[in-house]
């Protein structure tokens, strides 16, 4: 990774009185998948819109592959293909005369509409009328369309709202596999944790318009302390008791959840507890090492942020 | 600029703003047709081209315009297109500029078909009932030309229905003004005051009152080139959320 694809600096975007994106200052590496991560309403839809020149920032700055948008927006377009959330589709016309729209005012050549047809796995389809699409088929042309002239970044705005489950497996896999086939950078907005967790090699979370966490996914994960899932016959003695050895601890619906520290030894940690809770009389019928998520990661960065 | 014009043009295939420009002249002409069966002798050729350019002026080009421009914005604003269209590495304005070539084009088109279907209205009648058969010929250029001015002193009212039209994402504001506008250009045909009315300013053409076809032409013309400049500039310049 040589720099970056989009860096912005204290990014703010008001709409009147009320800040949607507050100081968000972001970096996304080039040639990562980097999953943008929110509730809806978090502000995501506005930065992408930022990023896009769409919207002009009331604060800071924004730059795409270091042309800044809001200097040089035809220059940092002319980097960026994008999806966004509503497609844009003119339902009278076929899905490649809809690609060749985009394509003619964009000056590239013909035969692209072949190659990012291709590319989606759409070139069957194209002549047929969009309002004959599914959604699946619509969220594929709408990121060929992104792709046309081949720009060095992709933005996507929850590409897989709306999809099924065996589309949502399907982008999962294409949007994976982006990077190593084109050369581009994906910047992709969801909020689904499992589906980002899965496809983005970096992440950002965006929590009421504050960037509350940033960094690759691997180091994240590799920063959160893991947890022991128990069931045991009585949870509330269990829970003191892992509360008296150090543990925090969390009651869900299923099972006691006792976090150690980043750098505890599980096995270790879950042989002593077991021992402490058998010494103390709780029957315990099972104890599992739970990996920590991206889900871990979100949550945690919705409490810090809020 | 040709591009963004291409681009626009195409976007117009198996449209219903297509459709319309069609079936609006065809309207006229079926008018007339019908007319002139109901009547027993012959009138003057030119009369009947003249209605047809007439009824044009007064009804069908007003609300053809806040039919046509409520489509052609629609074709944005449906699919949510504004979004990608505007994120595109081209100049903002060359896009209103387009669409708004586009329509003043579907316009002339619809003025040219008024022209010949009604000609075409003219001779099926009479072959059909002979006793109606027209008098003389059509002075078919005379004819022509007021349609081109009519086009001309129509600017302005396109200015004002396609700019709301694109401003507004509902149709109704649009929908709205050119019915309300198309209205009180009719119920004023006679008072001095509507030939300011945009609505009113192509029926102008037809009058012998040269002050009120010289005054609706320039500030309909002129004045409807310069709204035109200012609403390419403003749509531009404003975001759309």
């Known amino acids: ?306 | 600029m040709f591009a963004a014009l291409s681009v626009e043009f195409r976007k117009l295939n198996r449209s219903l703003a297509l459709l319309l420009a069609v079936v609006a002249p065809t309207l006229i002409a079926v008018f007339t047709f019908c007319n002139m069966l109901r009547g027993d002798a012959p009138q003057e050729y030119d009369m009947w081209i003249m209605s047809g350019s007439a009824i044009w002026a007064f009804f069908m080009l007003p609300m053809s315009v806040t039919a046509l421009t409520a489509l052609v914005a629609n074709m944005e604003h449906g699919p949510k297109s504004w979004d990608h269209l505007r994120a595109l590495p081209l100049p903002r304005w060359r896009i209103y500029a387009a669409k708004t070539v586009c329509v003043i084009a579907v316009v002339a088109l619809m003025s040219v078909l008024t022209l010949l279907m009604t000609w075409a209205a003219v001779e099926i009648a009479a072959a059909v009932k002979p006793a109606v058969t027209p008098s003389g010929a059509p002075d078919m250029a005379a004819h022509a030309w007021t349609l081109v001015k009519m086009l001309a002193a129509a600017f302005l009212l396109i200015a004002v229905q396609l700019w709301m039209a694109l401003r507004f994402q509902s149709f109704v504001p649009g929908l709205a003004l050119g019915i309300g506008g198309t209205f009180f250009a009719v119920v004023a045909t006679s008072a001095r005051a509507g030939v300011f009315m945009p609505w009113q300013m192509p029926v102008n053409m037809l009058t012998d009152e040269a002050w009120r076809a010289e005054t609706a032409l320039a500030i309909g013309g002129a004045g409807g080139f310069v709204a035109l400049v200012l609403m390419v500039a403003h749509l531009s310049w404003r975001e759309v959320r």
Request: charged letters at 25%.
């Open chain 1, 1 to 306: 990774m040589s720099g970056l694809a989009v860096e912005t600096k204290a990014l703010t975007r008001r709409f009147g009185q009320r800040a949607v994106v507050r100081e968000v200052s972001m970096s996304v590496p080039e040639r990562s998948v980097y999953g943008f991560l929110g509730r809806n309403g978090a502000g995501k839809t506005t930065t992408l819109k930022v990023l896009l020149g769409l919207l002009k920032p009331s604060a800071g700055s924004a730059r795409l592959f270091g042309v800044d948008i809001a200097k040089d927006r035809l220059k940092a377009a002319r980097k960026v293909g994008a999806l966004m959330e509503a497609h844009g589709f003119y339902a009278n016309l076929s899905g490649r005369e809809n690609l060749d729209l985009t394509r003619t005012l964009l000056g590239a050549a013909r035969s692209e509409l072949d190659r990012v047809l291709g590319v989606v796995e759409m070139r069957e389809n194209a002549s047929r009328r969009v309002s004959d699409y599914s959604l699946g088929m619509r969220q594929r042309l709408g990121i060929a369309r992104a792709m046309i002239g081949a720009p060095p970044l992709l933005v996507l705005d929850e590409p897989t709202n709306g999809l099924d489950p065996d589309g949502i497996a399907d982008m999962r896999l294409f949007l994976r596999a982006l990077p190593e086939r084109t050369g581009a950078t994906v910047l992709v907005s969801s909020h689904l944790l499992g589906e980002i967790e899965q496809t983005a090699t970096h992440v950002g979370i965006l929590h009421e318009g504050r960037l509350v966490v940033e960094g690759s996914l691997a180091q994240l994960k590799a920063g959160l302390a893991p947890e022991l899932a128990l069931d045991v016959d009585d949870f509330d003695r269990a829970g003191a008791l892992a509360q008296a050895r150090g543990f925090a601890v969390q009651r869900t619906p299923e099972a006691l959840i006792a976090r150690l520290q980043p750098r505890d030894d599980a096995r270790a940690a879950a042989a002593a507890l077991n021992r402490t809770l058998v010494e103390a009389g709780v029957a315990v019928f099972s104890i599992a090492h739970k990996a920590r998520s991206l889900e871990g990661i979100y949550r945690d960065a919705a409490k810090v942020g809020a």
